[in-house]
């Protein structure tokens, strides 16, 4: 049986994503596909634009047979841990024989170099990268120049380095290499807008484009343009019911939790380093919004998506001793599905068979099939994300939030 990883966001689900999934199964000769989707919230630090159910169910419409959630410590985090969380999972279900991934060069011997150089940490590379960020430099630049100043002939592939799927590509190659996974890496050329593209013009248009189409009130063109026709079908007839969930929907939650804990300041919590904590802190009284305040605290240090993605996890309440504690128990000690299809029964059992990790179908089983410690903490955790995400999409509308525990799996 040959089954085919992938990880997304399907936020929302477009047609880039219907040719990405499509593709990698027909090039890797897959009997099925699995994919690994981030819940409630997602990585560039935001809520999705609608829930995971929901998104779940346009991916299995198009073509994947089982859905399993990224469980939001590693969701809404940067791309290491993004990497490192989604690899784990996939790993752990037993089954997959292929991870196939997007970036913009395709180039996956060129992307699986960085990535050795990267799992091994020289002692060269290291030390031009701490040099490189005593300088002031972030992270991501900071690592180009320590990488350009060891290895030369990178000099000729810069946007290896700048391209935001090219380096999501590497940190899946490392956790590949890090995890000892036999999964075999398999890289599809991006097609159409970039990754950061906001125009609406293409074929392939970018889910950050049709997001801010949707925020600024563009209705059924958009979705007839850029979706598949079931995606589309399903998204209108939410965002008919709620609206598109945003990140200025938590500004007043967001604003409390900083007043509440700006004595005691907010280096616990994960990505928030002592500066940014002291910035958020000085800052605090100028506060408006979310989004404004993101705009606020940016420096030439630090991104507008490292501000807001250290903002919401203040928020849910993700600490850096979560991080360390899941790296310590091996990641991911469950693998919850959203959704899969009827004809995909051959895959569950395969699953089933040679997972070691427990498959969390029913949430009522959690109890007993769980052990105590990490894995209970983790799903109590992703739950109680949920259900903050639930009542605010609730409250949109005037009506009770739904039941995260109940929620029913989509099985088509």
Do not use: W
Request: charged share 20%; glycine share 6%.
């Amino acid at each position: 049986m040959r089954v085919n990883g992938i990880v997304a966001e399907y936020n929302p689900f477009h047609n880039g994503h219907l040719y990405h999934l499509s593709e990698s199964k027909r090039l890797t000769g897959a009997d099925y596909t699995i994919v690994v989707m981030s819940g409630n919230f997602v990585q560039r630090g935001a809520p999705a634009l609608t829930d995971k159910f929901l998104r779940a169910n346009m991916a299995l419409s198009c073509g994947a047979d089982l859905v399993v959630e990224l469980p939001a410590l590693y969701a809404t985090a940067s791309a290491e841990y993004f990497a490192a969380g989604a690899v784990s999972l996939l790993d752990k279900l037993g089954v997959v024989t292929h991870l196939c991934f997007g970036s913009e060069n395709g180039d996956l011997d060129l992307l699986g170099r960085v990535a050795r150089i990267l799992a091994k940490e020289p002692e060269g590379y290291l030390n031009s990268l701490k040099r490189s960020l005593g300088r002031g430099l972030s992270y991501p630049g900071a690592r180009e120049d320590a990488l350009l100043e060891n290895y030369p002939f990178l000099a000729e592939h810069k946007d290896v380095f700048s391209a935001p799927n090219n380096i999501l590509a590497i940190e899946y190659l490392k956790a590949l290499l890090r995890q000892e996974s036999p999964i075999i890496p398999f890289s599809l050329r991006r097609t159409g807008s970039g990754y950061l593209d906001q125009t609406t013009d293409g074929a392939f248009n970018s889910a950050l484009a049709i997001r801010q189409a949707l925020y600024s009130g563009a209705g059924e063109e958009v979705l007839a343009g850029n979706l598949p026709p079931e995606p589309a079908r399903l998204l209108s007839q939410a965002l008919k019911s709620t609206g598109p969930v945003r990140s200025q929907d938590f500004s007043d939650m967001v604003y409390y939790k900083l007043l509440a804990e700006k004595d005691q300041g907010f280096e616990e919590y994960l990505d928030v380093s002592r500066e940014l904590s002291a910035r958020i802190c000085r800052q605090l009284n100028r506060y408006s919004s979310l989004e404004s305040f993101c705009g606020l605290l940016k420096t030439r240090e630090m991104t507008y998506a490292r501000i807001s993605r250290s903002l919401f996890h203040i928020l849910l309440n993700i600490r850096k001793e979560d991080m360390e504690r899941a790296r310590k128990s091996g990641l991911t000690p469950y693998a919850r599905v959203l959704g899969f299809r009827r004809n995909a029964a051959p895959l569950l059992k395969e699953i089933k068979a040679r997972a070691c990790l427990p498959l969390l179908v029913k949430m009522a089983d959690a109890k007993y099939i769980l052990p105590h410690g990490s894995a209970q903490r983790m799903l109590q955790q992703d739950i109680r994300i949920s259900q903050l995400y639930l009542g605010v999409q609730a409250h949109k509308t005037k009506t009770a939030p739904a039941n995260e525990i109940a929620a029913p799996l989509v099985i088509l």
